[in-house]
């Protein structure tokens, strides 16, 4: 249990650094290699949570696939390499105290619902297996959208990336 | 571990992600700051689905990460066509629907 | 408490067969042909009709097949047998725990309008061959005539809401594809908007209505009858149980009567109907007939042990659909008085004979008001396929009955005939087939103690009579006027001459329509004489087929004592008679379970003396109508003519009547108008004024202070101070001063601030 709350902390004080600089630096490319730290962060996290299917779809969907996409569109879209001044807008200061209204609210929701309340100790690992009867069982409909919703991303996103 | 651990890292992920969709002008950095908020969501749907021992948590973990990837595509290819036309993804510049 | 039925044991089964047992079919069939249509129609050597055609004459034979196993499984039953529907269901589709189905639920209810859907629908298809032939979208048409069709009969014979949803949507889009299908011309375009969105605000009820008996009646459904909540059996019969909350239940049939009210045009939301003339011809026919209009009756028939228990009808002194019903029978047939236009008089005159069809259901006239379906279909399709014909092939297009009509009684013979022979049914004149149903509604009402809603009948029966001859009168009698006299005149009436290839009908005087055209018609004319003699209660008992075919029946259930000795059982009418519900609500149930599927309706005895006074005031009616007419229009009575502009007061109703009671103006002008420009009007003041003087405000109160602060006090000590306090006021203020800047990220940190001091308050109110 401790070793699993020091990687927690760890990983956790890691993911939030990293999170913050994603929304602060001046260079795109620097923030997409930052994200992927929270990304990757995120997957630790999932296994501490006994979701090991869940981490290593986020691995290679994330990891793997979104952000080839996000440095393709980084360059595509001919974005300097180095450091920008203009990445941000003029009233960029509205969004901390959003943000902050944000936190207290949740932190105060969270704290008063959940208290003090642990999580089990012997968590199980959830196999592979069951999570696909699952899917494949009560939320095969769900997946049925979501397979169009894929599809027509993909139409979607050729149709309107084409040169013509 | 307390359930309220995870729960506050997701809630501090999430308005960190909040603060980029606000402060953020270029597009990119936009669906980026998305994509915490999405991030964050998950976290807390995989702890609630370990407090309540159910899998139900892991299956709409997967469609989210699904949505995005499919939400990240068409974003990135309207990116795209906007830089194409307006030679700028400033999202302050895309302003035709002013009142 | 073991409930069955007393003779389960003995009973036979019921006869069954093919056309039963597939009638699933009905509806395939035209779906098929629709997307056929929509692929290979424009290709075809008929561009697509003929499938059309041949998909609606595999319904009808489809369902005549349905119908006469059905009559043998009625016959096969012993007397006092509940006749059991065909029922059929298969998985649609399943989500974490909900299950929709699809499936078939054939009763007698059923049964009568799949035969007449299938049968008008053939009937308007073969029509249009002629009436559209060479127009522009002829292959869409016939695709989206078919799919309007398949949706009707896929409502009528669903087992469950959600089919029925489906197909009551089908239809709901189908009509503004129909009667848009002009839609060059503006009128027409917004008359299928109209249609469309009136209805949808109906709509809303049904989706309410589904919900709400969903998840109050799931429970017990499952529990009794094994099936989910969406089941029209599971619900029926949950709504007899004496279970539902009664304010639950009143709620839900009156969001389902609020669906009813917008899909048959009835009180407050009428004013789509006469608009939707702007279709073509079959077009209103077919919706006015048989189809749409008839799905908000068929809502309140199929679940009316919901509006039974809920709207508490025959437990009170009248209820909602009795009171709209009877509203919409006067105010209808008021309007149908005041319109020049042969197709807005049948319109109202369907929304008035709606209104009787829902009085009847209202006053649990339950029989005569499906009968009255069964038989209005016939004559009112007639009829508007009579006008059709009429324009088609006499006035040019024109459904103008003053200036375009008038002596076409010996031009057009076959259309003569048959118009009169419909217009008497519809009168309800004694052969004829309307005769034996709205008497029967009008009866029944009287009979069930409703006394003020049988002479509201009267007197639309009274009205019915006097504008169908003032319609009859100016069309087919009297001099010929306008087109009909031969004078080729294009007007604004000309409804849809420049889509048509009519270049031969156009060059010659009126004349009969082609035969595509009569033979529907003479066909229409028949049933509309004949088909009341299915149900010809003055003949006695042995002619009442319709209410032995129909209406579901009757059956004891033993209830075994619970603890009682052996041999004590008692002999109850109702398993519920414990509950709150009286003996008369349950009279039906199936031999397993002993629940209740049909409330217990009473019948009126019929009365030579009672008839013969309906027929009187639609004779004095038509004879009234008759003189007025033939003052007015043809010796031109100088007493008569000109009256609404001498008498005020008459003046004053009929401008009344001709606004259509100024409703439109209310919907349009005062409730939009009123609702919407005031709202963008605040909006916008709000933002000017409040927003930005708050904000002006706040930074010139700052910067006053400042000031002052400035002024007043030492400034080597403080300066730094200041400075920033204005500075960062500034930056608040210009950051959030411009509200309509279009940007994105804006538009964005304002939602997400109003979302996080809305989610804050709501956490802090929750303590």
């Known amino acids: 249990m401790i070793a699993q709350n020091i990687g927690f902390w760890i990983i956790a004080v890691l993911m939030i650094v990293a ?13 997409a290699l930052w994200l992927v730290v929270v990304l990757a962060g995120a997957a630790g996290q999932y296994i501490l949570l006994a979701a090991e299917f869940v981490a290593i779809t986020q691995v290679l969907v994330y990891i793997g696939a979104v952000m080839v996409l996000f440095l393709f569109g980084t360059m595509l879209t001919r974005a300097r390499i180095g450091a920008e001044s203009d990445l941000n807008n003029s009233y960029k200061k509205l969004g901390i105290p959003v943000g902050l209204i944000m936190l207290v609210a949740m932190g105060l929701a969270l704290t008063r619902s959940f208290g003090a309340e642990k999580l089990p100790d012997s968590a199980k690992v959830v196999s592979t297996q069951e999570v696909s009867d699952q899917i494949f069982g009560p939320y095969l409909l769900p997946f049925w959208a979501l397979s169009f919703v894929l599809l027509a991303a993909v139409i979607g996103a050729i149709v309107l990336a084409r040169k013509d | ?83 194409r036309n307006k030679k700028t993804i400033s999202v302050d510049d895309l302003s035709e629907m002013r009142g | 408490m073991n409930l069955f039925a007393k003779e389960s044991e003995v009973l036979a089964p019921l006869a069954t067969g093919w056309f039963l047992e597939h009638a699933w079919l009905i509806p395939v069939v035209p779906a098929i042909a629709f997307a056929l249509i929509i692929l290979i129609g424009k290709r075809l050597p008929m561009k697509g009709s003929e499938l059309g055609v041949l998909s609606m004459v595999a319904s009808l034979v489809l369902s005549a097949g349905a119908a006469y196993q059905w009559i043998q499984r009625v016959n096969s039953a012993a007397e006092e047998q509940f006749v059991t529907p065909v029922i059929k269901s298969w998985s649609w589709w399943q989500s974490g725990g909900l299950d929709f189905g699809i499936g078939q639920h054939i009763d007698g209810l059923s049964i009568v309008v799949l035969f007449v859907v299938a049968f008008i629908s053939t009937l308007v298809q073969i029509y249009s061959l002629e009436y559209l032939r060479g127009d522009r979208r002829y292959t869409h048409f016939f695709a989206a005539l078919t799919l309007f069709s398949g949706g009707m009969l896929a409502m009528v014979l669903a087992d ?48 309410v209505g589904i919900s ?76 006015h007939s048989s189809t749409m ?19 508490d009808i025959l437990g009170s002194g009248g209820n909602l659909i009795m009171i709209i019903g009877g509203i919409t029978i006067v105010i209808s047939a008021a309007l149908a008085f005041v319109q020049n236009d042969i197709k807005r008089v049948l319109a109202y005159s369907t929304v008035s004979q709606l209104g009787y069809m829902m009085l009847g259901l209202g006053a649990g006239a339950w029989l005569p008001a499906v009968f009255h379906i069964f038989t209005h279909a016939f004559f009112k399709a007639c009829l508007f396929l009579g006008a059709g014909s009429i324009s088609h092939s006499a006035s040019h297009h024109s459904f103008d009955m003053k200036r375009d009509m008038g002596g076409l009684r010996k031009v057009m013979p076959i259309t003569f005939a048959t118009w009169i022979i419909s217009t008497l049914a519809l009168c309800g004149v004694f052969p004829f087939s309307g005769f034996f149903s709205k008497d029967e509604i009008i009866d029944n009402v009287g009979n069930n103690g409703y006394n003020t809603f049988m002479i509201i009948g009267l007197l639309g029966a009274f009205m019915t ?68 003699f299915l149900n010809a209660t003055p003949f006695g008992e042995s002619w009442e087929r319709m209410k032995l075919w129909v209406e579901p029946r009757a059956i004891e259930v033993v209830v075994d004592a619970p603890s009682g000795g052996p041999g004590e059982s008692l002999i109850v009418n109702l398993p519920s008679a414990e509950e709150s519900h009286s003996k008369s609500v349950c009279g039906s149930a199936t031999p397993e379970t002993g629940v209740c599927y049909a409330p217990q309706l009473q019948h009126a005895k019929f009365k030579w003396s009672k008839a013969m006074i309906s027929m009187a005031i639609v004779f004095l009616g038509i004879a009234i109508s008759w003189i007025m007419s033939l003052l007015l229009f043809t010796k031109r009575d100088p007493r008569l003519v000109g009256l609404t502009q001498r008498v005020k007061v008459l003046g004053l109703g009929h401008n009344f009547l001709v606004k259509k009671y100024y409703l439109d103006h209310l919907y349009e002008k005062v409730i939009v108008h009123s609702v919407a420009h005031p709202i963008s009007r605040a909006a916008y003041w709000f933002n000017q004024n409040i927003l930005d003087g708050i904000l002006h405000g706040f930074a010139k109160s700052t910067r006053t202070i400042s000031d002052w602060v400035y002024k007043n006090v030492d400034q080597r000590v403080v300066d730094s101070t200041v400075n920033n306090s204005a500075t960062f006021t500034k930056s608040v203020g210009t950051a959030a001063q411009p509200t309509q800047s279009g940007k994105v990220s804006q538009y964005g940190a304002l939602l997400f601030s109003a979302a996080a001091i809305a989610a804050l308050v709501l956490v802090i109110i929750n303590t």
């Open chain 1, 19 to 31: 999170a913050l600089r994603v929304v602060t630096t001046n260079n795109v490319v620097h923030a």
């Open chain 2, 1 to 83: 571990m307390y359930v309220n651990q995870f729960l506050f890292l997701a809630s501090v992920l999430f308005c960190i992600g909040v603060y980029g969709v606000i402060a953020r002008k270029n597009a990119v950095l936009i669906l980026m700051s998305i994509e915490l908020i999405l991030n964050s969501v998950n976290i807390n749907l995989l702890t609630f689905a370990l407090r309540n021992g159910s899998t139900d948590g892991h299956t709409f973990a997967l469609y989210i990460i699904a949505v995005a990837a499919a939400e990240v595509g068409v974003g990135l290819g309207l990116v795209l066509l906007v830089y």
């Open chain 3, 160 to 207: 469950n809401m959600i089919l029925f949803l489906l197909g009551w949507e089908i239809m709901g889009l189908c009509s503004f594809l129909l009667i848009g299908h002009w839609w060059e011309e503006d009128a027409n375009s917004r008359a299928a908007l109209k249609a469309f969105f009136t209805v949808r605000v109906g709509d809303i009820g049904l989706l």
């Open chain 3, 212 to 287: 709400m008996l969903y998840f109050s009646a799931n429970e017990w459904t499952q529990e009794n009858l094994g099936v989910s909540g969406f089941s029209i059996r599971g619900i029926s019969a949950w709504a007899l149980s004496g279970e539902p909350n009664s304010t639950v239940i009143m709620i839900a049939a009156i969001a389902l009567f609020i669906a009813s009210i917008g899909k048959s045009g009835q009180f407050p939301l009428h004013t789509w109907l006469p608009d939707a003339m702007a279709g073509p011809t079959p077009v209103s026919s077919l919706l």
């Open chain 3, 293 to 311: 209009v008839v799905a908000g009756v068929f809502l309140v028939a199929r679940l009316y042990p919901v509006f039974f228990v809920g709207l």
């Open chain 3, 465 to 532: 009579a006097a504008y169908m001859t003032r319609a009859t009168y100016l069309t087919f009698f009297g001099e010929p006027r306008g087109a009909s006299a031969g004078h080729a005149t294009h007007d604004a009436h000309d409804a849809h001459a420049t889509h048509d290839a009519h270049a031969i009908n156009d060059l010659h005087g009126p004349h009969e329509s082609g035969l595509l055209i009569t033979v529907p018609l003479m066909i229409l004319s028949v049933l509309a004489l004949g088909s009341g």
